[in-house]
């Protein structure tokens, strides 16, 4: 069931895929903002301009989200007080989960959902369960994604990119050649293995500004993106 190098902490336990609306609501009850108009104010914990105040390159930094994405996401409306770092945080994002490589789309959402399992960063793994459900069409595999990876019946290649992975983002200074060595023979190019690389150390960034800053997760209905 272990696979080589894996960590052995893995748990994240639940994510509230199912819950969003009661947590958020949760939220608007103990700060008294019960209107959905509200919802802004309480996206983050700290302050956010939204589009409909958004002027000069915040403008155009959202303009360039929305038109690459489909919407702008409350993980996009965090940098709004940086509009550099956020056209920066889009184009990196595009770069590593889109552009062509020799990984999947359904691997690299599988890195995501992984690496933010183990960061128990809920924001993140439902929305990238939810990238990967258009490409994997087995709710089993999902679930099983979203709680322990070792126990599922999965590629040779898969659980060593995840073993990478995961040790990457628990124990990133037990990290060895060998580690990089186990995923050549699987048959991952070095490129490819630059991108696993690339792709967990976003998802670990990515992670730590939504828990960092309070990002909340969008109602279902607001998280309508472009696969």
């Not at 996401?73 to 062509?100: C, K, W």
Request: hydrophobic share 35%; with cysteine; proline share 3%.
């Amino acid at each position: 069931m272990g696979g080589v190098g894996a960590p052995e902490l893995f748990r994240p336990g639940p994510y509230p895929r199912n819950r969003v609306h009661e947590v958020v609501q949760s939220v608007r009850r103990r700060r008294g903002l019960i209107g959905a108009e509200n919802f802004a104010l309480i996206m983050t914990w700290v302050e956010v301009v939204d589009a409909g105040r958004a002027s000069g390159k915040l403008a155009e930094a959202y303009d360039k989200v929305g038109r690459k994405r489909g919407r702008v996401a409350n993980i996009h409306q965090v940098f709004s007080l940086n509009p550099e770092a956020l056209e920066g945080h889009l184009d990196l994002y595009m770069s590593l989960l889109y552009r062509t490589s020799g990984l999947t789309r359904s691997q690299r959402e599988m890195i995501g959902v992984v690496v933010s399992g183990l960061n128990r960063c809920g924001y993140c793994v439902v929305h990238h369960s939810e990238a990967l459900s258009h490409y994997l069409k087995s709710p089993g595999i999902l679930k099983g994604l979203e709680s322990d990876y070792r126990d599922l019946q999965l590629t040779e290649r898969d659980r060593a990119m995840l073993d990478y992975c995961a040790k990457l983002t628990s124990d990133p200074s037990q990290m060895t050649e060998r580690d990089v060595e186990r995923l050549r023979e699987t048959g991952f190019s070095d490129s490819e293995i630059l991108d696993i690389n690339l792709i967990a150390s976003y998802f670990n960034f990515v992670n730590r500004v939504v828990l960092g800053l309070g990002v909340d997760l969008e109602t279902a209905d607001e998280r309508r993106y472009r696969y």
